[in-house]
């Protein structure tokens, strides 16, 4: 039996079948977004089942595979030496834009995050095919990356898409249920964790904050899967996104997509280019233009009455001034 689902029935608890998923109009999407909240405040983890159609897995899972039969092994005791790992999807792969912009997904994504920052970003794609007698991955969490105090809120939003099944005998994800209340500790004790095991084409959403792992190999069949990681719009991405994605790439993205791996301008004035909102970089001509602020309501608030208690102490500004 799946120890993370043992205990919520399918519609009631934190794991939730695909027609709840996939033919949900606002109201039933606005209560699997509290669900799975609920379950990543209490476990750090959620597991969505069924949540992309099988004829979608195959196709992701045969624009993958060249990619990952012509890349070298990974190097390292944190990325593994018997797994293969591929990131910037949403060009080698195209069915990876409908990972990143699924609608439950995101709209996890952006109830749980969106509250610390003016807008997500993606933080990474990348494919993780854990080969046949891989150990264990050690414990960590991923907002371990940014390395500073973190408080109460989220900085990150893990979704790992199952593009073969994960069992526990080939290594599905090893997750410490409510490890994200704690400190790290490296050393956890590996019996405590359980298996993120769960049909292909299911996701399995957790906490930056969460202690977790690849799971060690037994069987004789890779186990792949593809993470989606979405962050608040403040932190430097993971992977760098426009290498993965320069304007003559991500031109052709729908907006949702060029604004998610940021072509967008977060409020107040960062992530600029010139002055601009930066998804002028992907117009075909770049004219000279001023620098715009793009600020929030609130600060321009703040600035709105600044200048009001001032206008009588300072001097106007002159045009061109
Ligand atoms: O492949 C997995 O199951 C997890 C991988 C992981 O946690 C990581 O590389 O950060």
Redesign the pocket.
């Known amino acids: 039996m799946n120890p993370l689902v043992a205990n919520t029935p399918a519609g009631t608890g934190p794991c939730r079948r695909a027609d709840d998923a996939t033919s949900s109009g606002a109201p039933q999407l606005q209560s699997i977004v509290e669900t799975a909240l609920a379950a990543l405040g209490r476990d750090g983890f959620v597991i969505l089942d069924a949540l992309i159609d099988p004829q979608d897995v195959a196709r992701l899972d045969d624009e993958l595979a060249p990619w990952l039969a012509a890349t070298p092994r990974c190097v390292g005791d944190?990325?593994g030496w018997r797994t293969t790992r591929v990131g910037g999807l949403l060009d080698k792969a195209p069915s990876a834009h409908a990972l990143v912009l699924h609608p439950v997904i995101v709209a996890i994504a952006d109830a749980l995050l969106a509250p610390a920052c003016d807008c997500i970003q993606l933080n990474l794609t990348q494919a993780?095919q854990?080969h046949p007698g891989e150990r264990a991955?050690a414990p960590?969490r991923?907002e371990e990356m940014w390395p500073c105090p973190k408080g109460e809120t989220p900085w990150l939003l893990n979704v790992?898409w199952a593009v073969s099944d994960f069992t526990e005998a080939n290594?599905?994800?090893r997750l410490w249920p409510g490890s994200h209340r704690g400190a790290l500790d490296r050393e956890v004790d590996p019996h405590t964790s359980v298996a993120?095991a769960m049909a292909r084409g299911s996701a399995l959403l957790f906490i930056g904050a969460l202690t977790?792992?690849?799971?060690a190999n037994r069987s004789a069949h890779p186990r792949t899967?593809v993470?989606v990681s979405y962050c608040l719009g403040w932190l430097k991405q993971y992977e760098n996104q426009f290498l993965a994605y320069p304007p003559s790439v991500a031109r052709s993205f729908p907006e949702e997509l060029q604004r998610l791996i940021g072509y967008r301008m977060h409020r107040p004035n960062l992530g600029g280019w010139e002055g601009q909102d930066p998804i002028a970089a992907l117009g075909e001509t770049c004219a000279r233009a001023p620098h715009i602020d793009a600020l929030t309501p609130d600060i321009q608030a703040e600035l709105d009455a600044h200048y009001r208690v001032g206008a009588s102490a300072q001097t106007q500004p002159v045009d061109g001034g």
């Open positions: 944190f990325y993780v854990v991955q960590h991923d790992m290594g599905a994800t993120g977790h792992g690849a799971g899967g993470i």
